[in-house]
Structure formats: C-alpha cells, structure tokens
C-alpha cells in the first residue's frame, strides 16, 4: 500500500542512494528496486513507485555510508549491536536526525538511551505496550512539538504545524510603558493605569466591559476560626495550617491560612452574588501564592478586566456570550502582594450573531 514519492526524479535519487549502500556495507534484504515491480492500480513507467525495502548492514562501526546516506523513501536499515551503549552510539552516527523510536517495556533502559540520545534528535518516541495503541507512529508530526532535528535534519525545527506559523510572521518585541503596552495590545498590562467605576463590573454585560475596568474590593481580616472551618470543610489538614506547635518548626513560624482559602475569601471580596450577566466561571490560570496569610492578616483584592474574547453563537438560540479574562491580585495590610492569578468568566452579550 506504499504510496508514489514525489516524481521521477526523487525515485532515481532514492534508486541511487540504494546502489551507494548496496556497494558500501549493506546488504538487500527485500526490495531495492524499482525495475520490473509491478503495481497494481497505477503505471509503474510514469508513476514514482519505489517497493519497499530492507537492507542490513553486519558492521555498523565499520561502515559510515549508511549512517551519512538518506535514501528518502520506503528504505530502512537494519544494524546490529551487542550493548544498549553501542545502539546509543549508532543513534548519534547519523550526524542529527529527525525522529528516533525506542521500543522498550524497562523504563530504566528508555532512561538511559533518551538522556543520552535526545542530544541528536529533533524528538523521540518511546514506544511500550501501553502507548502503543494510541501511538502517532514513528515519523508522525504533530503541532505542538518540534518537528525537526539538530544538524542536517532540519536546523531544528521544520516548516510543519502551530510553530511553523511563527515563520511566516512579521513578528516584532514592543517596549513601552504598561499603560502603552495595554493600548496596543488591547490586553491589560501590571501596572497600566486602570478604570474605576461605580458598577460593579459582575453588572456589566460583554460589551460593556472595557479593558482596564477594575474593582478594589472591601477587606477581610483572617481568623483562627477561617483556618479551621476551612479545614473541617476541605479536609485538608496540613500541619502549617492546624499544628501550632509543628507550624512553629516550619519555615513560616506559626500557622498559616490555607491557599485555597485565599483564593476562595478573595472570591468572596470581589463576586457580586446578584443574577446578572456572569454566566459562569470558566477557569483559573497561573496561580501564585507569593506571600503566606497568618491569623489576623487583612486581606484585599484588585479585580481588573485583562482581555475580552469574542465566542461565535453557533445557534440561535444559544444565548450569546464572551469569554473575560480578569487579573485577580491579592494583597495584605502592608499591600504585600500575597496571591496573583487569572480568573476566566463566561459573560453574556447583548447582542447575538443572528
């Protein structure tokens, strides 16, 4: 079922690459020439059919043609080696290539042969029993990975998928103020001058929102009582947060508040519990936590709209809606930054697409 290569012209060079290993090393196995194959379907004299072939070649380290000659086509080699140390040597030979397959079940063998020959491949595929049913197979690109190896195989990265896209854009690094920078862009920058309003921006529908709209929230001071509730109610009982005499041997020298519980006080601060245009919450994004909330610490929130992004209403009567992405900044007494993160909500649009 091998399909033609590109023309002619790429079939002779494959023919020709073939004879050179044929003569320096290697031996045919199958194949090996596209004189007098017949195909079935197709016309072998103007098709560019080449039949698949085997080659092996008995003495690896002593023959160099078949780790510097390509026949780009249905060819492979076979090559023998005594240790894991050697196949790990005949990986390198090539000089940088594409892909490289290592099919193992011993997860301290794959250990051993991908440290030591990732160094000369653009990406490897380890090939076990369990990957083996959903495998993309040996040479298969995909859009999020590199798709070309070190050397002559392709400088790196190759003109497939996602990254190749890079390649073909204008692409420049802008320098400003954050304010500047939030113009251009159209996303809010730390530090860019925000837009303080009287609604709260959980009242306003997707259209309404404008980037930099921010809400600085009331404050909360954090109890002994917070800490425990919220361990009673989460279950986690990690000792920083309910050991007092374990917490004092830690790094913070006294129990601390939760994280999660920071992130859902600060909820509680910034969410405006009435029915509105805030559909949903969609997710949360790289979440921090800088500073640790002792008992007694006051905690406030800076809730700022950072980008908007428009969703298709695919029917009618699906209610149109957009995707806000909020900068979230949790702070302390002092205004020590003690948490930052992204938050995504669903929120309606007036207007549809219909």
Known sequence: RMGAL???????????????????????LCGGSFANMQVVGGDSEKGAFFPPTLLYCAEPFVHQAVHETEAFGPVATLMSYDELEQAVQLAALGGGSLVGSLITADSQVAQTVIRAAARVHGRMLILNEAASTESTGHGSPLPMLVHGGPGRAGGGEELGGLRAVKHYMQRTAIQGSPSMLTAISKQWMRGAEAIADVVHPFRKYFEELVIGDTLLTARRTVTEADIVNFACLSGDNFYVHVDKLGAE????????????????????LFVDAGVGPVIANYGMENLRFIEPVKIGDTIQVRLTCKKKIKKAQKKAEDKPNGVIEWDVQVFNQHNDIVALYSILTLVERRHGDF
Not at 6 to 24: C, F, G, P, S, T
Not at 249 to 268: D, K, L
């Open 6 to 28: 590109i023309n002619l012209e790429q079939r002779q060079d494959v023919q020709d690459k073939v004879n050179y290993l044929l003569a320096n090393g290697c031996e045919r």
């Open 249 to 268: 041997q830690s790094m913070f020298g006294e129990r601390i508040a939760h994280g999660y519980f920071v992130v859902s006080a600060a909820a509680g």
